[in-house]
């Protein structure tokens, strides 16, 4: 099965840019999605199809996919940031969705 | 507005069987799937599969084969989850999610169900 792979934890000053990142073959081939997490709360979607922003969403969130490395970057981090963060993609092959294993980002 | 309520919480002994609904509303049920995932304790999301309420299509996480099986109701925009024979490791928040393009862009708030005997 396919696998994403997340740092488990990112810790930042506020005003600094997150990086997050998610690992897989060639997931570059693949359309990845965000989702943030807070303590408590169902996802939200920050980030679809690589780098697009639902409505609502704030510009500070951004995303790209290359390679075998998609990443979600927040500039200007805010306290409000603070949550987990999951990627997924949709496995065509099988059909099936695929999360990442979640990172906690932290602002210090 | 898009919005998915999902039902209340509920504690099961184990060996027991549990049905979480999710009613949709503010868009045509029918044109979209929707995805079940779950979250135990302190862990990460987990998905356990989706369902295309037009179709009654469906298609489940290989952990979950044999368990877990999805409905939809078209009549009352209610998707369902049941999962039979919980054990302690199916304690967790269910979440349903609608997909639009194979991914997830309207959750329910989760229902939580604690197995304990």
């Known amino acids: 099965s396919y696998v994403l792979t997340q740092p488990p934890s990112v810790s930042l000053a506020p005003g600094k840019t997150a990086t997050i990142t998610c690992g897989g073959n060639n997931i570059g081939g693949k359309s990845v999605h965000w989702y943030q997490q807070r303590p408590g709360q169902a996802p939200v979607l920050v980030i679809y199809n690589d780098n697009d922003r639902p409505s609502g969403i704030p510009e500070r969130f951004s995303g790209f996919n290359s390679g075998d490395t998609a990443t979600l970057s927040i500039s200007r981090v805010e306290a409000g940031d603070e949550a987990d963060y999951y990627c997924?993609?949709?496995?065509?092959?099988?059909?099936?969705?695929?999360f990442g294993s979640g990172t906690k980002v932290t602002v210090l | 507005q898009v919005q998915l309520v999902q039902s209340e919480a509920e504690v099961k002994k184990p060996g027991a069987t549990v049905k979480v609904s999710c009613t949709a509303s503010g868009y045509p049920f029918s044109a979209f799937y929707v995805q079940w995932v779950r979250q135990a304790p302190g862990q990460g999301l987990e998905w356990m599969g989706w369902?295309?309420?037009?179709?009654?299509?469906?298609k489940y996480a290989e952990k979950f084969q044999g368990r877990v099986t999805l409905t939809g109701d078209t009549a009352t925009d209610t998707a369902y989850m049941q999962l039979t024979g919980v054990t302690f490791d199916d304690t967790a928040l269910y979440f349903c999610?609608?997909?639009?393009?194979?991914?997830?862009?309207?959750w329910g708030q989760g229902t939580l169900i604690a197995v304990s005997s």
């Open positions: 997924q993609v949709w496995e065509f092959t099988t059909d099936l969705f695929v």
């Open positions: 369902i295309n309420p037009l179709s009654g299509a469906t």
């Open positions: 999610a609608r997909d639009k393009n194979n991914f997830a862009d309207y």
